[in-house]
Structures are given as C-alpha cells and as structure tokens.
C-alpha cells in the first residue's frame, strides 16, 4: 500500500457483553436489562460463532474481536498506517420491536462509542447508530450526538421493515444532510422480512450472498422515491456490499429508466450519472476479478475513479495478513481509494486530515 496516511471506513467495534452498555443506559432500561436477563442483541447478521464475523487471529480468549480499542489499533489502525477509522458498531438495535428500547440502547451504544473509543484514541471517528423504529427518534439522536464532530456519518442497515427511501424515513435524510452526515447503509438486517426475494433461505450463506441485491433495492427506491432530488447534498456510502454487482446494475437501472421516466419525472438524470455523483463503496469484501487486467476493466465499468473508500472491513475475516488493499489498482487509484475519495465523501474529516498530510499534529 502506497499512501501518506489510509482512512479506513468500515471498522467494527463489538461489544464484549450486555454489561459493558449498562453505565449508559438510563436507569429505567438499567433495571430492565437486569429484570429480564437480557443477555445480548445479536443478531444472525454479524453471529459472533460464525468464522467470517472474526478473523481467527484477532480473537481474544472469549472468541471475540475488536473488543477494546488497544485491540483495535494493534490490529487495524497501526499495521495498515490508517490515520483515521470509521467505526460502525453493529449491535441489533434496530432489531428490537420497542421503539423506546431502541432509543435507549441507540443512546447508550453511542455514548459508550464516544466514551470507550473515541476518547481513547485520536485516529477514531464513529457512526451515528440511529433507532429506525421510529424516524423522529431517530432525528433526535443525530441532532444528539452531530455536536460531537467525531461522528461522521448516520448508520443504517440495509434490511428493515420498509424500503429505505420511503416518505417516512425522509426526516433521517434531511436530519443527516443538515449535519453534513453521509448516510452509511451496512450490510444486516432486522429480519422482519426474509434477505431474499423469494422467501427465507436455510444457511447462512444464502444470507450472506443475498446482501448484496438488497442493497441493488435500496439504491432502486433511494432513486425512484426521490432521496436524491429532494436531498440533493446527501452522499450515500454502500459497506460491506460488495462492488462486482454495481455495473452491470447501473445498465439495467438507466435502461428501463429510459422507458419508464415518466413515473418518476423527479428522476431526471440518468441513474447511472446519479449514483456515479452520490453514491460511495466500501472495498472490502472485495469480490472483484483476481488480475490486474480484470480489476481496471472492473474500473472502466465503473466509469469513475471516486466511487471505492478503502476498509478492512475489521475484524471480519475477507482477507489473509494486510492485504486489504487487492493487488492490480495502479498507484494513483490507490492513493484516491485509500485517503483522498474518502476525504471527499466525509466532510468531517477534511481538516484534521489535512493537517495530518502537512505533518501537522
């Protein structure tokens, strides 16, 4: 890897037990936690059992990863020279079916974040954990936390109960865009409804390689309910999707756009240019070609060299040693993955980051 510093967005911190939460949560929820024995919101998403959700060389005697922040930076900040990480913590708070426990626990999960995290190491930023049970709450806890200019982006999964671009959820994108918030959409769900299209699948596997046309369905409804015309500065940041599937579904989507436009006369710019301007890819899981030849043919697919943000994708296991960054990009490509495409997508860290690149402290 060949660049000044590497800015890596997607990395998760877990959570190494239910009592780790219970400081942050007020003490109504406190008790209830402790009253009904709830253990852990684990969900089949990120099952902690499963070999790909911890790289085995990162887990501690308890079986898990990523679970202190001096883990953290001796395993992913350090080895790959990331001056700064994006942490996203997945932890099955949309999950619950209160909307009131989803704003506590959202609540809590940020707090801990900023406490635990944040304020023990100066290369880390976060994601706002937002409780979409219920858009308004979900509105209060990004004006919360937004304050803290070390959140740099609101995060959503990209399974739920409802499209993500549907008129209700309109609040989150306007909250997010005010802030100068990307939305982060990360693979997961909430499991009220089956990851695949035509019913509930028996292994994991099946999950896991479904992900990635959920996501092709968000990006449909983000464009054709009208997110990116009536937000027309919110960036959209796709993680843990994949990047192989995004060509060929950028000709389907403009091509029955051409035909179908009239339906949604908002839409009126190709899909394709759209998303190519709005939209941003975590690498990792890399799923592209193994040569360099079909890697920058993947790339002229693409039709832009902004669209991939570096990640380890930490501390799930998609790759052996530090081999993050796939061989067969060219140096410059390299560069703009790694720092300067992120730079671009998260306003936030465009200052800090820029003294660090001039040696500043």
């Known amino acids: 890897m060949t660049s000044a510093f590497s800015i890596d967005c997607d990395v998760h911190p877990t959570v190494p037990k239910m009592a ?18 709830v253990e852990e919101l684990v969900t089949i998403s990120y099952p902690t059992t499963n070999p790909l959700s911890f790289r085995a060389d990162w887990r501690d005697e308890t079986g898990k990863a990523g679970t202190s922040v ?9 080895p790959f020279g990331s001056r700064f990480a994006i942490l996203n913590c997945l932890y ?4 619950l079916f209160s909307e009131d426990m989803g704003a506590a626990f959202a609540q809590a999960l940020n707090d801990w974040i900023v406490q635990e995290w944040l304020d023990r190491d100066p290369r880390l930023r976060a994601s706002i954990v937002v409780p979409t049970q219920n858009p308004e709450r979900a509105v209060d806890e990004i004006n919360r936390c937004a304050a803290d200019k070390r959140f740099v982006q609101v995060l959503l999964l990209v399974g739920g109960e409802i499209p993500l671009g549907r008129r209700q959820n309109w609040p989150i994108f306007a909250a997010a865009q005010k802030h100068g918030l990307p939305i982060g959409i ?6 009220r409804h089956p990851v695949t299209p035509v019913g509930w699948p028996t292994y994991y596997t099946e999950d896991y390689v479904n992900q ?8 449909t409804n983000l464009m054709s309910e009208g997110v990116f015309a009536k937000f027309p500065d919110l960036t959209v940041v796709l993680m843990e999707s994949g990047v192989s599937w995004l060509p060929a579904y950028l000709w389907r989507l403009t091509k029955f756009w051409k035909g179908l436009r009239s339906e949604i006369p908002w839409v009126s710019d190709p899909p394709a240019s759209i998303v ?5 890819l975590t690498l990792q899981p890399f799923d592209g070609p193994p040569d360099e030849g079909g890697i920058m043919r993947l790339m002229e697919h693409f039709g832009s060299d902004e669209m991939l943000l570096f990640s380890t994708d930490y501390p799930h296991w998609q790759f052996e040693g530090q081999g ?11 560069r703009k993955i790694m720092a300067e495409n992120p730079l671009r997508t998260y306003p936030r860290l465009n200052e800090t980051a820029a003294q660090a690149a001039m040696g500043r402290p």
Do not use: C, I, N
Not at 324 to 334: H, K, Y
């Open 20 to 37: 780790a939460l219970l400081p942050y949560l007020p003490d109504m929820w406190r008790d209830t936690v402790v009253r009904r024995g």
């Open 70 to 78: 001096e883990k953290l930076a001796a395993e992913a900040l350090d």
């Open 92 to 95: 099955g708070v949309q999950a």
């Open 186 to 191: 990360h693979a997961g769900s909430t499991y």
């Open 212 to 219: 990635a046309p959920g996501f092709q369905s968000q990006l």
């Open 276 to 280: 190519r301007d709005r939209v941003r």
């Open 324 to 334: 993050a960054m796939p061989e067969g990009f060219d140096p410059a490509l390299t």
